[in-house]
């Protein structure tokens, strides 16, 4: 059939459209391919030069700075410094030892360094670089640099490095890093890839660990132009990482040092907590040890004398250790049997020296006896047989509630490591642990603090603070992260009659101002700042015996506690001295010294002490401020 021109006409139309759109579409494709050919041939062609001349591009990871940490005054206690360290990359190294060999022209390696290093890279992805020599000069990272043609794979970096300023005083408290092992790679389900850096730096123990996500920050990356042999051209982008927030602690380190200069070189603990606010404005161990070996490496020789110390340098002993607490106990005693109205304030009990339960006779501290005594009298003289009695009539449940109530049994919520929660023992504890029923002998060793009884320095902080103001004071150690306050918990009332709290205080201030309180010759002399506080001697061997009869060892622990001052607390102090013998003789005298350094807020006045104790605390003031100065030339130097 035919069509008439008018059909022929349309058809011709379409024809030229379609024409028109495929011939447009074809030159728009062709302008495209155009310009995308001018651009790499004219504005890329020194990149795509470099990669046909046998160079690549690499991403590296830049590791963040990691957060800082300061006192409560802002003094650094932890910091970062810049180390410089070489690496190499086992896809780019050819022949590892041949290139180690060449090296070792270069700079002094470490064959012990050499060997974990290629064990790491034999073991690692080989694009990841591995650490050979870490700490070298600047001389040697200059060596390497200028030789980099003939060492494939091998770049010489600057990096940084955690740096402990305060060196041993703050080691318990803030813990320290070290590279990541791993050991450390097992806890995490998807390890961040920053983790894999070489010798990246993450927090061991302490704080560094317990605030490690915080502390860490965010990894960066770098690209670079790396030539057939692996050396470094030239940077193409950086995009900078995020660094780790700075923490500020609620301690004092003046007042840390100081306690630390005045422990000496005791086996010994001291905690110093604001019964306001619960914060921790010194909480030290000694011995300590330097956490900046542990960063770099701590030598075999150097940490087997460590470990072989019968004193503990490791051990975080505010925290991490548990001691029977002695005498100290009896204000939980005495608080039980208060709120179980089974004592008054003017019920006496008579102490003969002993006290015959069953077939047994327990002793008081004092052989021949303390006559009749009252409950403020049994704190002052701190009479055994007082609260034998008192703790038969009130039982082990009501003394293991007041316990709970004022903060033992349970681990203190503070960011260190390995805190223990001690031992507030019941019947129901003994059958469950033991196998085996509660005795009447149990609670008469427990009415004195020994027995099954365990409790921390920290712990018994708590507990003071917590008597001082009737109050639930919770201990804070971290005051801010990254410019942010952490907020203060607890400070709730504690459901103890303020009558029954006053009773004790009173008992407790003759303890250390009474002619003859067991602490009377540690007294604070400035009225406005007297003290208060109770003795506590706690026996290591279950038996009579003198402690310079025994090795170091075997001796008793002393214990002290206290709060100050009397009429508006304001600091509680808690002092145990390992073997130290007796808490009226060993203890309180340092917790005295303690206490008022820190509520004057330096070395106090001579005025403040006793008149016959004047001479020997100018001596030892002497002595402490003459140490200090010279650690502190000492870390200069260092510095």
């Not at 795509?48 to 006192?71: K, Q, T």
């Not at 470094?232 to 007042?255: H, I, K, N, Y």
């Not at 203060?488 to 709290?501: C, E, K, R, T, Y």
């Not at 130290?580 to 330096?602: E, H, N, W």
Request: hydrophobic residues 35%; proline residues 6%.
């Amino acid at each position: 059939m035919r069509r008439t021109p008018r059909e022929t006409a349309d058809s011709n139309r379409k024809i030229t459209r379609r024409g028109l759109l495929l011939g447009g579409s074809q030159i728009a494709f062709a302008g495209v391919l155009g310009l995308r050919m001018r651009h790499m041939q004219v504005d890329q062609a020194d990149e795509f030069r470099l990669l046909a001349e046998e160079n690549r591009i690499n991403m590296h990871l830049i590791p963040p700075s990691r957060g800082r940490i300061f006192d409560r005054e802002g003094r650094v206690i932890a910091d970062n410094e810049n180390t410089y360290r070489i690496t190499m990359r086992r896809e780019d190294s050819g022949d590892l030892e041949d290139t180690i060999g060449r090296l070792a022209q270069l700079v002094q390696l470490d064959p012990e360094d050499v060997t974990r290093a290629l064990e790491e890279m034999r073991t690692s992805p080989p694009f990841l670089q591995v650490t050979v020599a870490d700490r070298v000069t600047w001389d040697e990272i200059s060596r390497v640099a200028v030789n980099a043609p003939a060492l494939p794979g091998v770049t010489p970096e600057v990096g940084l490095s955690r740096v402990y300023p305060q060196h041993d005083t703050f080691a318990h408290v803030v813990g320290y890093v070290g590279p990541v092992s791993e050991r450390d790679l097992a806890r995490y389900e998807d390890p961040e890839p920053v983790l894999r850096i070489p010798r990246f730096q993450i927090g061991k123990v302490g704080i560094e660990s317990k605030y490690e996500e915080q502390l860490r920050g965010a990894a960066g990356a770098k690209r670079v132009e790396v030539n057939a042999v692996g050396r470094v051209m030239r940077e193409l982008d950086r995009r900078e990482g995020t660094a780790g927030a700075d923490l500020q602690l609620t301690v004092d380190s003046e007042l840390q040092d100081y306690i630390k200069a005045r422990l000496g070189p005791e086996s010994a603990s001291a905690v110093v907590i604001d019964v306001e606010s619960g914060d921790l404005l010194a909480i030290a161990s000694s011995p300590s040890y330097d956490p900046n070996k542990f960063v770099r490496g701590i030598s075999v020789p150097d940490y087997g004398a460590l470990r072989e110390n019968n004193h503990r340098p490791l051990a975080s002993k505010t925290v991490q250790d548990a001691y029977p607490p002695g005498s100290t106990f009896k204000i939980v005693t005495a608080l039980a049997g208060l709120a179980a109205g089974v004592i008054g304030p003017d019920e006496t009990a008579y102490c003969p020296g002993h006290l015959e339960v069953g077939s047994r006779r327990f002793h008081c501290w004092k052989r021949s006896g303390h006559g009749h005594v009252n409950l403020e009298n049994s704190l002052r003289d701190s009479c055994d047989v007082y609260y034998y009695e008192l703790a038969m009539k009130v039982g082990i449940e009501n003394i293991a509630a007041m316990g709970r109530r004022l903060g033992l049994g349970a681990a203190p919520d503070v960011p260190m490591s390995a805190v223990t929660a001690g031992l507030m023992p019941d019947k129901d504890w003994k059958r469950r642990e033991r196998g085996a029923e509660w005795l009447i002998g149990d609670t008469v060793n427990a009415s004195i603090g020994q027995g099954f009884v365990l409790t921390s320095p920290l712990q018994q902080a708590i507990m003071t603070a917590r008597v001082a103001t009737g109050r639930e004071i919770m201990p804070r150690l971290v005051r801010s992260i990254g410019g942010a306050q952490v907020p203060l918990v607890g400070g709730g009332d504690l459901g103890i009659d303020p009558q029954h709290l006053r009773w004790v205080r009173n008992g407790l201030i003759s303890v250390v101002n009474s002619p003859r309180g067991t602490a009377r010759r540690s007294r604070i002399a400035a009225d406005d700042k007297r003290m208060a506080g109770k003795t506590g001697t706690s026996q290591v061997l279950n038996r009579v015996v003198r402690n310079q009869d025994v090795p170091w060892e075997e001796r008793d622990h002393a214990l002290f506690v206290c709060y100050a001052p009397v009429d508006a607390p304001r600091l509680a102090v808690s002092v145990v001295v390992e073997h130290g013998g007796g808490g009226s003789t060993v203890a309180a005298p340092v917790a005295r010294d303690i206490m008022l350094q820190a509520l004057y807020k330096g070395t106090p006045p001579l005025d403040a002490y006793p008149s016959s104790d004047r001479d020997r605390i100018k001596t030892q003031q002497d002595r402490i401020a003459r140490e200090r100065a010279e650690r502190a030339e000492a870390e200069g130097r260092r510095a």
